[in-house]
């Protein structure tokens, strides 16, 4: 757990303000750690520290949140997997009977077309065997390495993924840099409604 100082600190760097400037708290209540939300002005904003932002990953490969991840980093980190037989044995072990037959039906569409799995999946599905499907998937990789690679593409492309506005911000902001001690921040603006 980090300390609240550190997620202060760095969102001082990040928006060129003083402590004074903004209202901080935890992002979940009880949460006496990262990740943690700042109201600056009229904005607010969700500050994560490089761990935050790989559990917030796993939450991602790993539950209902799957649904929200672009089909198209889905089908860059999960590959072909939707071509093994394993991968369907598992999905179709963990789903609804009404969901095995819409996945029936979408696999005759990607048959038929042979378009982009996922792209078909995220597109016609319901979400709930959207993330089924992922969920299936991240079982047969290792997670860590997963979730390295989910965390690379919500960095490198953090404005348009993780910011919840057009033309929002998303800042790093990096202490003892190339130190075993490094840490990690990621600060991007988020809906109002997630401070009240």
Request: aromatic share 14%; glycine share 6%.
């Amino acid at each position: 757990m980090k300390d609240i100082k550190l997620y202060k600190a760095a969102f001082m760097e990040a928006l060129e303000c003083e402590e004074k400037d903004f209202e901080m708290k935890p992002y979940m209540d009880g949460n006496k750690g990262g990740p943690m939300l700042a109201k600056y002005g009229d904005a607010v904003y969700k500050v994560n520290s490089s761990d935050d932002l790989y559990q917030y990953a796993e939450a991602h490969l790993t539950d209902e949140l799957a649904f929200h991840l672009p089909p198209y980093i889905v089908s860059d980190i999960m590959e072909d997997i939707h071509a093994s037989e394993k991968f369907y044995s598992k999905l179709l072990d963990g789903i609804r009977k009404e969901h095995k037959e819409e996945l029936a039906l979408l696999l005759s569409v990607y048959n038929t077309t042979q378009g982009d799995f996922w792209g078909i999946l995220y597109e016609h599905a319901d979400p709930l065997l959207c993330a089924k499907a992922v969920n299936a998937a991240t079982e047969m990789y290792d997670l860590e390495i997963l979730k390295g690679e989910l965390v690379e593409e919500w960095v490198v492309n953090g404005d348009e993924l993780l910011s919840m506005h057009v033309e929002g911000i998303f800042k790093e902001v990096v202490f003892n840099e190339d130190t075993p001690s490094e840490e990690c921040f990621y600060i991007y603006d988020v809906d109002y409604v997630f401070y009240e």
